[in-house]
């Protein structure tokens, strides 16, 4: 019965009841590695959820905890018997290595890439579009502060990801997705023409922040 809960409490991607019935369900059965991966996973999302929710009222290390408890799933799950639980570890782990700011930056960057490039495997574009726009905008993300760092050549890794991402998004069907990837290109082409391209992308930066203000407008910010 908690195992059952557990599960139904997951798809409503209710992280901490989840995470409550699963360890119920392994005081019944200890040995079962399925139920110990699941309780791991669901634990260390609920961390990052509630950090995500209020990063100010966490100390820096809280998100170690995280870390340890979805890396540790790894060791149960993989991509070819469990894609999904192996897409939302890495998602997660994903947005958890690039929201650190201590330690070696990028080293974490390329965790982040990384993971996200991972949870792209397990995420079909053409029948979960919205997964699959949101998880290459933030591998677009990843890599365009990686190539802050000083590793330029990785603004065209990004660029290459919100053209991915572009590509299953419109302005009728999916607008707020549509908009802010064109605001994640134009940033991109922002950050390129730094490197000696100025006149073009700057012409191209603008053409992507143009088409993004026809969602992100003043009226519908302050809605």
């Known amino acids: 019965m908690h195992r059952r809960l557990a599960n139904w409490y997951w798809g409503r991607r209710e992280s901490e009841l989840a995470s409550k019935h699963f360890d119920f369900s392994l005081r019944w059965d200890p040995s079962n590695g399925e139920s110990q991966a699941k309780a791991a996973m669901t634990r260390g999302a609920a961390i990052w959820q509630k950090y995500k929710a209020d990063p100010r009222s966490f100390g820096p290390r809280t998100l170690d905890e995280a870390i340890k408890l979805l890396e540790g799933c790894k060791r149960y799950f993989n991509k070819q018997e469990y894609p999904d639980e192996w897409g ?27 993971n996200w490039q991972e949870a792209l495997g397990c995420v079909s574009a053409q029948t979960n579009p919205l997964v699959y726009i949101n998880f290459e905008n933030h591998l677009g993300i990843a890599y365009k502060d990686l190539a802050a760092t000083g590793r330029k050549q990785h603004i065209n890794d990004a660029l290459a990801s919100y053209e991915r991402a572009l590509a299953y998004a419109s302005l009728d069907a999916t607008p707020y997705e549509w908009a802010q990837t064109h605001g994640n290109i134009g940033h991109a082409f922002l950050v390129r023409s730094e490197g000696g391209h100025l006149s073009q992308d700057l012409l191209r930066a603008a053409e992507h922040l143009d088409l993004s203000l026809k969602v992100f407008t003043p009226q519908n910010h302050a809605a």
């Open 88 to 114: 939302t570890v890495c998602a997660h782990l994903g947005g958890i290595y690039f929201e650190i700011q201590f330690g070696d930056r990028v080293a974490n960057l390329n965790k982040s890439i990384a």
